[in-house]
Structures are given as C-alpha cells and as structure tokens.
C-alpha cells in the first residue's frame, strides 16, 4: 500500500516533483496538491514554500478550490 501512495506522487508535474525535492515539501502537502490541475500545481507549492503552510493549510486552499484566489493575489 506505502508504495502505491509514493508512485502516487509521480503524477506530479515534473517542476513540482523538482520544486518539492528541492525544498522538502512535506509528504502530506504533496497529497493535497495532487488534487490540483497540473497547471496549478507549481503555484500552490510556491505558495506553500513562500508563506510556509501547514499541511491543513494546504489542504484547505486545495480543497476549496481558493488556488485561483491566491494566483490573483500573488
């Protein structure tokens, strides 16, 4: 099971995976952001990695939908 939820993460876009491996995104960020359209999922790791969100942050902004608020803001 552990190693389905780590190909999991494969589905990433390739600059996510290099933006995550590069800044140790947590594992649990990385869940939530697979839910986002590739297109977004850079975004929401810079985010992440700007304002050093909480996995429940991250959650919340991914499962709201609130990405687009935040590119607008940004």
Do not use: P, W, Y
């Not at 780590?6 to 600059?15: G, T, Y």
């Amino acid at each position: 099971m552990r190693f389905g939820q780590f190909k999991a993460l494969l589905s990433l876009s390739d600059e996510a995976i290099e933006l995550a491996d590069r800044h140790n995104i947590d594992e649990g960020i990385l869940r939530h952001v697979l839910t986002l359209q590739q297109v977004d999922q850079v975004e929401m790791l810079q985010h992440v990695i700007h304002h050093n969100l909480t996995v429940k942050q991250a959650q919340q902004i991914c499962e709201q939908g609130l990405i687009e608020e935040i590119t607008r803001v940004c």
